[in-house]
């Protein structure tokens, strides 16, 4: 059985994808601490910790692919040092050791966010890394496939509470008596979580860069965009909530990116189609 390792394993996406994948790869993992791997409970996954030298897991294991899902948003007090070590230190040192230990195959976690055509103020530190780690993942020369995974508005249930879906679905289910919103133009790709694993497995295993030379991107979305105001409204009703919803109380972000959706032709091209509609999705995330 091939092993794979994912990086920030206790993670949103990287625990689904463990679960998912270790039906048929052998799967072990990687986080910054140990202690307190709440997404993994019931799964006996080996899980390095990356203050170790990280050579020793290359020794210990013959990794077939990488899939790197560790990431730093940098909205939780962390600092910029810390943004630089997850998102752009981290990932190039494990490919470096992939190159090296022959290993098939990196995947890159990025983000619709990292786009040349958007000026987005928001999380604009960890834009610039996902944009510059890649110039560096480039750089580097070998034998092991390079993949990048440009992820859209991924959702689903067991995200952190912090995010958008997360909150809006809280707020709203407990009847939170009023909720002050945007006006909702913005339109997102809202991607549910399986149908993300779903895509990772098939470019895992259907993708081959006869080349192996530079990088090959694939937009991981539906191809379609819903605006906010749509999907929160479709939340309440899912939820049959009494919240008031208030929409234009709060203002815009700063160079707000308005419509945003995938290209998922690539993706398609391999086999690869939507599962879960948002009603779907979002149904049994509520449920």
């Not at 679960?19 to 990687?30: E, R, S």
């Not at 050579?55 to 899939?67: P, S």
Request: aromatic share 12%.
């Amino acid at each position: 059985m091939k092993t794979i390792l994912i990086t920030g394993i206790n993670g949103f996406l990287g625990s689904h994808l463990a679960k998912d994948f270790a039906v048929d790869y052998n799967i072990i993992g990687l986080e910054y601490s140990l202690e307190n791997l709440h997404r993994l409970k019931g799964y006996s996954f080996k899980v390095y910790s990356s203050t170790e030298d990280l050579t020793k897991i290359f020794v210990e294991n013959e990794i077939y692919a990488v899939i790197h899902a560790a990431t730093v948003y940098g909205k939780n007090n962390e600092s910029i040092e810390d943004l630089i070590t997850a998102n752009i230190t981290l990932p190039i040192k494990i490919y470096e050791l992939a190159n090296k230990h022959n290993t098939s195959k990196f995947l890159n976690t990025d983000s619709f966010f990292n786009n040349p055509k958007y000026n987005y103020s928001y999380l604009s530190a960890y834009t610039l890394s996902k944009q510059q780690v890649i110039e560096w993942l480039k750089i580097i020369k070998g034998k092991c496939e390079l993949i990048n995974m440009k992820l859209f508005h991924m959702y689903g249930g067991g995200d952190a509470s912090s995010k958008f879906v997360s909150q809006i679905i809280s707020s709203i289910s407990i009847n939170q008596p009023f909720v002050e919103l945007t006006a909702g133009e913005q339109k997102r790709d809202f991607i549910f979580i399986n149908d993300v694993v779903n895509a990772y497995k098939i470019v895992l295993s259907s993708h081959r860069n006869a080349a192996i030379e530079g990088m090959t991107d694939f937009e991981v979305g539906t191809g379609f965009s819903t605006s906010l105001r749509e999907f929160i409204l479709l939340v309440k009703e899912l939820t049959k909530s009494n919240s008031e919803l208030r929409f234009g109380a709060l203002p815009y972000r700063e160079n707000e990116i308005f419509d945003s959706f995938a290209n998922n032709s690539k993706l398609r091209s391999l086999g690869w189609s939507q599962q879960f509609t948002l009603i779907e999705g979002l149904r049994k995330i509520i449920k």
